[in-house]
């Protein structure tokens, strides 16, 4: 049977064929050679040459066929070894076998291609990793450390070479690959103590299923954000603080010195009277000043409710007396808000229209405001017609403001209502004409 098989495999199978397409002329010839009146000589040298040619040709045909299978074979066999530079020759057109060498051709090309890619990404990848400030590494099935980046080392405080192939339990990271995929832990890592946060994730590397655990650092990020918001804080009650007590000192110095000089003047207490009155002024701007910074501190979160938008902007409409405010209606819609947070970002918008509108002294100074609604959002305007904005570039700093008397937290507040409600508050100027426009996005 193995015999019979080896007879007809595909080359040899070929040549079979050919010899038995031949066959037929062979018999033929010999018959013609056989029975004419031919001497034996020449009849067995005609046999000899025609069987001759007869089997050179079958070879032929075998070869024409199988050397370009196997010239297909050995371009598979490299592209399956990972060598995409080998080509297939005399891929010629409108030939069958050209087709096929010139697909085999072009399919090198393209995974030559793919493969300089997916190394280069490789590569990017792997510096990425080792200069990151984040702990990477990676766990088998058997929970056994197979990727870790510089990070991780420092963390450990061991080298790769020590710490590869080891099982997660003795390097102090099986806890992390059982329970909450995303975590915030106290702990210390090689005497590193603080806040850390680890987060875990599955992937699959060559077919197997690995585990990837992130663990970044807290603390240093935490104490960073902390002191720069001292720091803001501090510049900003300073600033306050020394532009309310600088006057006081200087008053209440000279106060002092009008007391004990002798003899006094005769309009003393006048001059005692005017004095006090400023350090009253300031310190109740100083006051002031405190209690808008604990508002602003302390603004709860929105409790949502069904809020329409027609009635509230109504509502918020008609406390404002100073100038007209007009509405530009839109649809009837409803949206889940906190109603007397959305109010107030509304009076403190308004008012700052008004305010501007007749800071012009224009013959019509109004406000107008509006709202539209779009798929997912709806979105209130508030147009005033005063000079615009000259500096955008302090809108939403805390306690700056240009307005004598101003507390400089109304846009800041507002800000903070809304993207507590998950939207925006923007500020530009009105192309068409002077004045500027409020908008507010409020997703539905």
């Known amino acids: 049977m193995n015999w019979w098989k080896s007879q007809f495999v595909h080359e040899r199978r070929i040549m079979w064929l050919a010899l038995l397409g031949g066959l037929p002329a062979v018999i033929a010839c010999e018959a013609i050679l056989f029975t004419g009146d031919y001497s034996p000589k020449i009849q067995w040298t005609a046999t000899l040459f025609v069987v001759g ?7 032929s045909i075998r070869e024409r066929v199988a050397s370009p299978l196997r010239t297909l074979a050995n371009l598979l066999e490299a592209m399956r ?48 990793m080792e200069e990151i400030n984040v702990a990477v590494f990676a766990f088998d099935g058997d929970r056994k450390l197979r990727l870790v980046n510089r990070a991780g080392e420092r963390l450990l405080n061991q080298p790769v070479e020590r710490i590869l192939n080891a099982d997660a339990s003795k390097i102090g990271l099986e806890e992390y690959l059982d329970g909450e995929t995303q975590r915030t832990v106290q702990r210390g890592f090689a005497g590193n103590g603080g806040r850390w946060g680890i987060s875990r994730a599955q992937f699959r590397e060559g077919g197997l299923p690995l585990q990837l655990l992130v663990i970044t650092d807290l603390t240093r990020p935490l104490r960073e954000e902390e002191l720069q918001a001292w ?5 900003v009650l300073g600033h306050e603080l020394n532009n309310s007590l600088t006057p006081i000192k200087s008053i209440a110095g000279s106060l002092e010195q009008m007391l ?16 006090l009155s400023v350090i009253a002024t300031r310190a109740e701007s100083l006051a002031r000043f405190m209690g808008a910074y604990a508002r602003l501190a ?36 409803v949206v889940p808000a906190d109603r007397d947070q959305l109010e107030q970002l509304l009076i403190n918008l308004l008012k700052n229209g008004a305010e501007a509108s007749l800071e012009v002294r224009s013959a019509d100074p109004n406000v107008t405001i509006g709202w539209t609604k779009s798929p997912s959002a709806v979105e209130l305007w508030v147009r005033d017609t005063g000079p615009g904005l000259s500096n955008t570039a302090n809108l939403f700093v805390p306690f700056f403001t ?10 800041v507040l507002s800000r903070q209502i809304i993207e507590g409600h998950g939207g925006t508050l923007t500020l530009s100027n009105i192309a068409e004409h002077a004045g500027c426009e409020a908008r507010i996005t409020l997703p539905i």
């Open 402 to 411: 240009t307005k004598p008397g101003g507390s400089g937290i109304g846009l």
């Open 298 to 333: 302390k603004l709860p979160r929105p409790e949502r409710a069904p809020v329409e938008i027609a009635a509230l902007v109504e509502r918020v409409a008609k406390l404002e007396t100073r100038v007209p405010v007009r509405i530009d209606s839109g649809p009837a819609i």
């Open 81 to 128: 070894e990972g060598d995409y530079s080998i080509r297939g020759r005399q891929a010629l057109d409108e030939d069958a076998l050209g087709d096929v060498l010139q697909q085999i051709n072009a399919m090198g090309t393209t995974l030559q291609s793919q493969r300089l890619g997916a190394v280069e990404a490789t590569t990017l990848l792997r510096k990425v």
């Open 231 to 235: 720091q803001r804080l501090v510049r």
């Open 53 to 59: 040619i007869w089997l050179a040709v079958g070879v």
């Open 260 to 275: 004990i000089r002798t003899p006094r003047a005769e309009d003393w207490e006048d001059d005692m009277k005017r004095g």
